[in-house]
Structures are given as structure tokens and as C-alpha cells.
């Protein structure tokens, strides 16, 4: 009796004191926003329409025009081919800063408690280039690369992670008249063979750091008479590297080599290419089997540069872009691009000095983002799950900061619903997050795989900034949709961009339809004169997945996407990764992984079923951190990892977890995976588990755990006929 008396007059309190004075204090500003958005915005924006509103497959394209922007540059309309564009531009913005950069000033090994050496790096502060700069030493370099044979047409690959030197040698490449081919630095040993030999490349520039990933497959690539390196903070020792015989085969130069006999060499001079030149045959990640090299002509990535336009309301001629994302992806590429002929600065950066936490830096040292301050990025959705993962076990770790933080997030959530700005919390909450951006980022233009619409308001609500999801492929030469500047919403990819058509069709397998209601669904279709030739000497690839129509290019990309009537377009599923079960029902897999990946002990998941079985399998990689406190509570903390994932009593309870989590989302019965593998390998690209972008390879994944798969089978089918022996029995 006393007790209840006691909490009503707390609840009392609380509602006294917190809970009246809170809806007072947002009541008001309420109202006035109701009134605003009946008055005025009763109808609601549309983005996009159809060309035909009486054919349900009729394509859409983008309904308002670009808006005004703040920067102006007529130098894309002028130019068909990039090197046209990147001379007018450094010679536009002369001694404005171009390209800045981070010189590694030492290295160091440092050895952790279990063993394990980290490279850990002393980095100088930013240096900065002017256009001018720049723009003579591409001239250089492209004299450089002619006088070492390397002619117009000829096909040089480019395999490094994204660094200045990465951007000048292909602007060399590109005046010179060459194609650029481009691997991405994390793929592993036979993608790299695949890539080069597919190419016949002679040429090859590369980093001084991957020269000891390319010492384990020269032998393979015989057709290579030239290696061009960048160097890093060491001088790499050629002679040591390499054996006799590659070193009498292949000849070697450090950029600075290129550079000096460029100077020598002033009469050299290259052939300008065409529109319709391949400018870069961009090898993806592939997902599924070898790299697929896809053609991308010189007009197909000034359309690219021109896609970022719906960014350009939000810039100023001060803004800085910070570029750390792999440039072997189009989005990157043409996002440098996009922001050096706008005259604005980028800055250089990578993945493991990004923070002043980040693991590669010397403690102490200032990571990228606190030294460039940049106000522009871009994401990939990986590492915004990342940075939420970190900040909530941060503010988990201790129950006031928990309250508080979850108090004024829920203000800011309020507010930005509509469409208000919050001063005061944007003071005393977001700018201690924004500041591990380095405070000044406006904008996030984030793309590559679907953003999670949780982390997608996290960082807008933590972090004050716009997110921008966007969906565009390699083959569309990544344009295809991006979401405008004022658009709050989640869990969407935007509206088409200028001169991109995008249509749906019906996919039966799948069961969506463009006449579905309440909005069409079905494989998203890319069309414009933006979608690319196609892929290299795959001849067949490229007539199946590209068609033309009526004297449009189309793409067709595989992903079913949603549209909605005010011309936002979801993703919401993957042709390939839908399987059927042998009870006949097809299983999205992805859907499935996106649901068990909300449960805390799951960092990433592959879902394996097949036609044969009637049920589904969970590999799953478990949270090390999560797995641990598991076991802690099960009293098996003396265990190690490896030893945790194989026990019985950790998977039960790990499978416990993952249903209910399952049965509370949307899954259906049969999408509810009935037992799981938990695995205690990591998977990376190097080990062909997953893709460069890290998208799984569910081949590689079934092969490499066939056994636990047939063990995991077999038990479950001993199981199944034990109990129907009973059942006769009785
Ligand atoms: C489009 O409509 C959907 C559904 O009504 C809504 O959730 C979304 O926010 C809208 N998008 C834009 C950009 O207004
Ligand atoms: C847990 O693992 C053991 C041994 O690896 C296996 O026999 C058992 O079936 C697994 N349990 C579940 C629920 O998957
Ligand atoms: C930005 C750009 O050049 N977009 C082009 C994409 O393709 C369509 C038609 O195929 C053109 O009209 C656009 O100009």
C-alpha cells in the first residue's frame, strides 16, 4: 500500500516537473508548425513522374528542375571529354588549393599484448597544391609515361588505394589518351590475375605497399613489361622484393622517375580523346564469380560529375570535400571530380587515420578529419553503422549519459521533424559528435548498399547534418537517383537525376509486379545516355543485363525497387538473393539477413537455403564484444572465441536471441532460420568470402562451410525421421 502511494506521488512529480513542462515547451512551436504545413503544404512535394500516367510500366524521370546554387561552373557543358575538363579547370582556378595531402613522416611498429604488430604512423599536417601546381605535374607525368611507351588507347591499370598520386596519374593517363583500368586495392590474388591478364596490361602503377601483394602473383602476369610505383615513406627495395628473373623481365620506376624524364621529354605529346572513348574499364567487386570490367566512355563520367548538381545548392566556394573512399569506385572518382571544377579543395584521407581514435595513427596524433575540417563527405553505409555502433557503447556505458543522451536526441527528432532547426541542442549536444568529423560537415552523400533508416537518423539527429541516400550502379556510371537536399524522409534512394529514366518490370520469381498496389514493385531498369557500353570482352554479359529501345540505353540492375506516387523510389530487395524453399515459398535472403542483423551478438550474417530443404541456415559472425558478456553470464569466460562459437549452449542461446528477434519483425515462419553456424573465421576479401565492398559471396561462404552445412543438415534430418519413427510407433 505505502509502496504504491509512494511511486504515484513520484509519477506525480514527474509529471509535474517534467512532463507538463515539456509539453508546454514544445506545444506552441507545434501548433504554429501544423498550422504552417496545412496552410501551405497540403499537397505534398513530388519529385518525379511518369512520361505515361496510363501504362503502370512507364518510366519516370525527375520533375523539378535543379534549383539555384550558390556555385556555378559552365565548364561540363562545354567539355566531352574529361582531360578537356580537368585542363579548363586548373586553369580556371589557378592558385586556388586543389588537392591536399597528409605526408607520412614516420612509421613505426607497435607489438599488442596478444602478439599481433600494428603499423602505426606519424603524419604531417595537411599540404596543399594549387591548380597550377597540379596541373604541371600531370603534364610531366603524361610526357613521363609517353617516353616509357605508353601510347594513346593503350589500356593502364591502376591498382592503389586512394591517395593525390592515384588522381594524377590517371589525369596523365587520360591526356596521354589512354584508357584507365581499375582494380580495387583490397581485391584479392585472383581477382587481381583476372583483372590484368583480361586487359593485357604492359603497364602497371601501383603503390609501394602493394608491390609485396603483386610479388605473390607476378609470375602469373607475364604479359607486364612495366611497373610504376608511388612511393610511400620508404624507398621500396626493389632488388630485395623481387627475384632475378621478374627483375630482368620487368622494368620499375618511382613516380618521381616520371616525373624527371616528363621534363626531358617536353615534345612528347598525346592524342585527345573523344566522347565516345572508354575513358576507364572499371572492374567492380564482384559479387558473384570473377570481376566484371565495365566500360565507362568519357561522356558517361562527365555525367557522373554532373549527377552531384543536386549537391550544389548546399556548397560554398570554401567548402572542402575529404576523399577516402576507394577511387577504383565510380562514385568517388566523380565526386573529386564534381568538386574540383567547382574550384573547391579535397582533401585526401584514408580509412585507418581517419579519426584521432583510428587505429593506424601514433597515439596522440590528429586524425584526418580534425586536421581537413571538411564540410562535404561521402559514406559508404558500413562505416555509418560503424561510427553508431561506437557512440552508442560510449553512451551505454553509463546510465546518466545514457538518459541524457536519449533525452535530447528525442528533442532533436522532434524538432527536425518539422523541418526546424534546434540552436541550443545543436550547441550542447551535436557539436561534441560533429567534431569527430572534424566539426564542419554538412553533408553526407551516402550510397554503395542501403542505409539502415536507424543509422540514417542517428547520424542526422547526432551529428546536425543531411544525409543523402543515393542508388546508382558502376554500368549507370553511379547516377541513377539521389535524394534532394530537403527531403527528411528514410529508408528511400531519392528520385531519379536529371536525364536518367528509370522504369520497373515485372519479376514473377520474386512476385512483384508494376501492378501492385498500393505501389508498383519490380527490377529497377536504368536508362540515358549516362548507362555505359557495357563490359569488357563479355560480350554476352553485356547483351543480357543492356538493351536498347527506342534509342535509349537501358540497364537492367537486378534490384527490385518500390515507387511511391511522389516519385521516391526504395529498394527493397535483390533478384539473385531469392531463393525457393522446397515447400515451394521463396525466401528473400537479404530481407532475412537485414532482420537478423538487428540482433546484438550478429556482425554479419549469410542466410543459406536451398530448393532441397525446407528450412534455412544462419552463418553467422557473432559480436565479439556481445559474445564475450554472453559467456561471462553462462560462466564460460575462460573460454577463447573460436572455442565460444563451437559450444552448444552459447549457439542456443545465440539462435534463442536471433528467433525472437525474427518472430517480432515481419519474417514469416518459414523465413525464420532454424539452426545456426556461428564462425569464428572473419571474413574478408582476401580470403574471397566477400567482395571488395564487402557484400558477401554466398558461393564462397556455402563452399567454405559445406561440412557444417551437411553436418547441420544431417542432424536435422536424423532428427526428423527419429521422430517420425516415434509417430508410427504409437
Ligand atoms: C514520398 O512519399 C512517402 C510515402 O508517403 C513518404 O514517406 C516520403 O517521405 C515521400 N518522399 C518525399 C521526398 O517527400
Ligand atoms: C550448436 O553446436 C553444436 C555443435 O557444434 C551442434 O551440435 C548443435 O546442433 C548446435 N545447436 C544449435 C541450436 O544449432
Ligand atoms: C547529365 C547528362 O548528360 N545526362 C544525360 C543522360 O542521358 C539523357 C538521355 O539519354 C540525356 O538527355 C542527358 O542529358
Known sequence: ??????????????????????????????LICLVKKYLFERTEKRRAKQLSSESPGSPWIRLRAQTKTRIKSNLLDECSSVPQLFSKVMQKFKDKHCFGFRQVLHEEEQKQSDGKVFKKIVLSDYQWLSCEEINNRVEYMSKG????????????????????????????????????????????????????TECQVTHLITSSE??????????????IQCIVYMSGHNRPNIQEIFSERELKRITFYSMDQIEELGKSHKDLKGVEATAQDTAVIMYTSGSTGVPKGVMVSHRNLLTAVKAFYTLAEALASDDVYCAY????????????????????????????TLTDKSTGLKKGMKGDLTLLKPTIMTAVPLILDRIRRVIEDTVNKNLLS?????????QKSFWSHFDLNTPIINIIFCRKFKAILGGRVKVIACGGAPLSPEAHQFMRHCFDLKVLQGYGLTETSASATLMDLDDSSVGFVGQPLDGIQIKLIDWEEGNYKVIDKPNPRGEVVVGGLNVTNGYYQNEALTQELYKEENGIKWFFTGDIGEIYPNGSIKIIDRKKDIIKLSTGEYVSLAKVEAEIKKCPF????????????????????????????LANKLSKSHMSFPELCADTHINDSVLKSIQSIARNSKLSKTEIPNKIKLCSEEWLPDNNLVTSALKLKRKNIQEFYQNDINLISQFLITQVKLWKYKLNKT
Open 1 to 30: 500500500m505505502n509502496s504504491s502511494a509512494n511511486s504515484m506521488s513520484l509519477k506525480g512529480i514527474f509529471f509535474k516537473f517534467v512532463f507538463l513542462p515539456l509539453i508546454s515547451y514544445n506545444l506552441v512551436p507545434l
Open 145 to 196: 609515361f609517353l617516353s616509357i611507351g605508353i601510347k594513346p588507347k593503350d589500356i593502364v591499370m591502376i591498382f592503389a588505394d586512394t591517395r593525390l598520386e592515384w588522381m594524377i596519374s590517371a589525369q596523365s593517363l587520360f591526356r596521354v589518351g589512354s584508357t584507365v583500368a581499375t582494380l580495387y586495392a583490397t581485391l584479392g590474388e585472383e581477382g587481381i590475375i583476372y583483372g590484368i
Open 210 to 223: 602493394l608491390l609485396f601483394k603483386l610479388k605473390a602473383v607476378i609470375h602469373k602476369l607475364t604479359q
Open 325 to 352: 573512399l576507394p577511387m577504383a569506385h565510380i562514385m568517388e572518382m566523380s565526386a573529386q571530380l564534381f568538386f574540383i571544377s567547382n574550384g573547391l579543395s579535397v582533401g585526401f584521407a584514408t580509412i585507418q
Open 402 to 410: 545514457k538518459i541524457v543522451f536519449i533525452f535530447l536526441r528525442s
Open 602 to 629: 550478429v556482425d554479419n550474417v549469410c542466410v543459406y537455403g536451398n530448393s532441397g530443404k525446407d528450412y534455412l541456415i544462419a552463418l553467422i559472425i557473432p559480436n565479439a564484444k556481445q559474445l564475450q558478456q
